[in-house]
């Protein structure tokens, strides 16, 4: 029986119909409350929970994002169901964590993560083909290390206690959640604090947003759903497996739009978006860098967080720290164009993936 599923799950349909859901979803989540053309971000979710815990001085961007929570204990469902969990880690930490700092800091100068760069496709905003052109640019340089034998290395098996670690803070943030939800006219709720205006305090109702997450972390775990993968097989082998769900997640979230007036095409006053072509194009280039240096999107780096890989885990730490950095040392951008300190974070965040690729290669015998 597990092994028919997992020959279905591993099928091209399987792959098509996950980004067909993540893409009806996300439109979905967005008619019910999420800011627009986000209806599942990972890094713009990510740096909410970062306000909410007091990480950072954003006051529009303060919640505790139920997708977040449900994406990775979805996988760890998946993971346990399927007997995938495999408690790892210690491949690189401290470089893992880096890259995701830094890639969340491509990601917030784009405003977005590779899943909001294809919703806003979707929903009509041409800004993101700048950032699409951005994240493949960069996938590709990290092909180009990939060639010359770019390795952070295999984790090692670990205790149980370690592949829980991550999966039971989510589960103590859905606590948090549950024990001080948002008090009316409040920014805090005891230990959390919650935007009153701005893409924090919109939010689709916490049990749907909960419900969507499980849904898809455990389906996108099943099928090794993963943006950065789909371009980098393309590019690397000529594989369309993976991209045709990235293909098959924009088509069905444009459908959806269209069908509840969401689509609005443009450049100009985007949802939580701004017109800066080149700041759009060179900050999803360093998060696409990013992402191929550590071997997942953002989504992906969840998913196998939830199946017990510590170094998916550190990544995901580094991108909520690097939320704080963006946010409280004036990297991020906003509607009005990138913050003021931008070009120094990209400049620093390219100049380091590229040491990093550089200086993690394995030297070939023979």
Partial sequence: MRRSARNVFSSKGAVIGVGM????????????????????????????IAGALGLHNAAGARYVRPEII???????????????????GGSAPIVRFALGAFAMIGAL????????????????????????LGLVSGIWVGTLFFRSGYNLGRG????????????ALMAGLLTLRLVCPPVEGAERSAVLLY????????????????????????????????????FRDLLLFRQMHLLSGVIALVVAACLVNLVTGQFHPGF??????????????????????????????????????????????VFVVGMIAGAAFAHNFGLASSP?????????????????CLVIGLSMRQ???G
């Fill in 21 to 48: 859901v993540i893409g009806v979803v996300a439109a979905v989540l967005q008619k019910l409350g999420n800011p627009g053309n986000m209806g599942v971000c990972v890094a713009c979710f990510e740096r909410d």
């Fill in 70 to 88: 449900g994406l990775t204990l979805g996988a760890t469902a998946a993971a346990l169901i399927f007997r995938e969990f495999r408690p790892r």
């Fill in 109 to 132: 100068v784009f405003l977005g993560c590779p899943w909001r760069a294809l919703l806003r496709l979707a929903g009509g905003d041409g800004n993101a083909v700048a950032g699409l």
């Fill in 156 to 167: 090692a098996p670990a205790r149980a206690v370690a592949g829980w670690m991550f999966p």
């Fill in 195 to 230: 935007s009153l205006q701005g893409p924090g305090a919109m939010r689709a109702p916490a049990a749907v947003a909960l419900g969507a997450g499980l849904l898809i972390g455990f389906l996108a775990q099943r099928t090794r759903f993963c943006t950065m993968g789909a």
């Fill in 268 to 313: 100009n006053n985007q949802p939580v978006a701004h017109s800066f072509a080149l700041w759009n194009f060179a900050g999803m280039a360093l998060a696409g860098l990013a992402f191929a240096l550590a071997g997942g999107c953002p989504g992906r780096q969840l998913f196998m967080s939830g199946e017990g890989d510590g170094d998916a885990a």
């Fill in 336 to 352: 009005a164009g990138p913050g003021p300190h931008a070009a120094a974070g990209l400049s620093a965040g390219l100049l380091i």
């Fill in 363 to 365: 030297r070939r015998t």
